[in-house]
């Protein structure tokens, strides 16, 4: 999946937000199959879950059935068409959710090879948080950092000054 492009930036940037607002004991339902940054919670003593794979677009059983005290999104909600339906499904009361923010120079983006692997929506922040308050959430902190790249050309000089991910703490209204 990160073939010579591991995230660190981001994943160094969620460990920090996460850890400023979630304990390692509580437990943590993580939305998506398990994945290198679900490895860095477990490795960091997060107690973790992932879900299976599941089209959660349609399918909430693990999201309304779980007992996790944490959910969390990350890079997920952009790939779902309707991310408001299992929003409303979660039963933890806190969220911790990170999104790829939209970005003007750049196409919404799409992978031609993989279906699952295709951006729906690309939020910008306000639209992000207010999917999230409809969905029953209210908004605690938030976070933005860029996502600098080592090519030359116009639109990378704009990548280190454009952020690029928004992630957001959430309780439970």
């Known amino acids: 999946m990160y073939e010579n492009n591991f ?11 996460l850890s400023k607002h979630i304990s390692t004991s509580d437990s943590i339902l993580d939305l998506g199959v398990e994945n290198p940054f679900s490895k860095i919670m477990k490795s960091n003593g997060y107690k973790v879950e992932n879900t299976k794979g599941e089209d959660l677009d349609v399918e909430f059983k693990s999201v309304s059935q779980s007992n ?12 779902l068409v309707a991310p408001y339906n299992v929003l409303k499904e979660i039963k933890a ?3 911790v959710a990170s999104i790829p923010m939209r970005l003007w120079f750049a196409a919404a983006y799409r992978s031609k090879t993989d279906p699952w ?21 209210k908004i605690k902190d938030t976070a933005k950092w ?7 050309g116009f639109r990378p000089l704009l990548r280190y000054f454009t952020n690029r991910y928004y992630i957001v703490y959430a309780e439970r209204a």
């Open 68 to 79: 996790a005290d944490v959910v969390t999104a990350f890079e997920i909600f952009e790939h």
């Open 93 to 95: 009361k806190k969220l």
């Open 146 to 152: 860029t996502n600098p790249t080592k090519k030359i």
């Open 7 to 17: 995230p660190n930036k981001r994943y160094k940037h969620t460990l920090e937000f």
């Open 117 to 137: 692997d295709r951006h729906y929506h690309e939020f910008e922040d306000w639209q992000f948080d207010w999917l999230l308050e409809k969905a029953g959430w």
